[in-house]
């Protein structure tokens, strides 16, 4: 997916106008939103999008504009379609204030159904100090243009029956970690890849929420076919991003009990890691 | 701290009695507690102690008896006495429930103040599959016999101002990253141990929750000194532990605008990585 000549500004972006959450006249903290069905994988709503989402309701709902800390729990398979999102403030201080939402659809009998619960620390990143003691390192990573788009992949998309959301993200893998693709898995349990906004909008704190979800599942990487439903994810959001690209680093190194987790570096152009997240995922049975 | 010649079994330990939850007549899914200042660091209650706490009246509440992922904020300082923590069942699946608990304490004007609060999936870790792909290894690490307790150091416990905590466990730290007792701290952001209970209680589920936040702060290795708030925390346990003491590693890697990750691994004495977990903290200003 190349990059648009014309790049989409953030709050002005195909993610911006999908996450757009619509305050419930006399109803404060809740929110509606449509899901859209640009962000699904095969039919499911894809997991980075529905949190960025969440996240984006409580950036309204509490006083602070950034989730340092975000953790949801995945309970039913969301469908494209209307949503409603029930916000609750559960403490303000001066730097820090706590929440809690849950994403819910109606079903076909009428009832309504929570799809996700989150609670979160949102503080602003921009209030932070200064201080960077960071010893961790960027992974050993190709350049963009030497990476590895989906459509090189022999028979298109690298992801099997990857539908809409390809075309939302502008994602470039290590070869090194694509040889699935291929059907050479590493074996490692590894997944890198440049990942931008296929309409060129670049990165914000929202968006960050997206980008720990949003490459192939490291199962690939292991050799596994298959579904891995996220149970839980949680992420850390440790700077506001440069603009540009970002490096989306992917690790698994406990498969075990038909449970996997699988963390997430993300680093900017600037070299600064931005966020750092983790999900418990069940294992594909491939 | 010498193990106990009398080996305390779960169950019947101070750890077992110290985490006990009484149902509330007439209050299904409410549980009182009585806080023990038997687990405090200075006049804090330690986070791991009160979290097993709250994921026993999880326990209670769900029908599945394991925390496989559990997020716990931590809103205000908990005290020693008495609390009540209150459930709420999210989800019942056939392998996994979800629940979310809070833990209150009544302050001087009467009012209940919500301390910590909770969000989990239990299932059971007898019923998950026996397949284990671990690529992760443990860190290389002295034995027990040559490790460092905690009446090794000069002027006493490693931990300054510790009080009553380490009473209630038995830990040994690698020397390489013992320094800081010593004023030499490594500067890696690493602390390791072997740790077990000093009634000699075996682990299990519960008590690793307290595992992954019962070593002094990697913030000691990086050089700080001070107070090192969890401000969330999310535990992940893969397999219930083997008799015996478990080796508990814990590495922070960005420290950065005031906050750090300290990530543990949990690996119990048949080398099995029992829990995975991750905080974000306030770094000391130190």
Redesign the interface.
Known sequence: MATAAARAAIGDSEFDRDTAVVPRDGEPGTYDIDLSPGWTIIAAVNGGYLLAAVGRALRDALPHPDP??I?A?Y??ASQPGPAVIRTQT??TGRT?S?G?ASLFQTDEQGREV?RI?V?A?YGD?DA?????????TPPPMPAYEDSAASDDAPGGSPVPGATSFLDRIDLRLDPATAGWAIGMPSG??DIRGWLGLADGRDHDALSLLLAVDALPPTAFD?GLKGWTPT??L?V?L??RPAPGRLLVSLTT???????L?EDAQVWDGAGR?VA?A?Q?AR?PRG
Not at 128 to 136: E, G, K, N, Q
Not at 253 to 259: E, F, T, V, Y
């Open positions: 340092l800390t953790t729990h309970l039913t559960v403490r820090m706590s809690q929570e619960r609670i620390g990143l932070l100090p200064d201080d960077v003691r960071t010893s961790a490692a349990g292991l149970l839980e949680t850390h440790r700077a190194r406990n498969l075990a009990g038909g449970l987790e890691l750092q983790r418990l294992a």
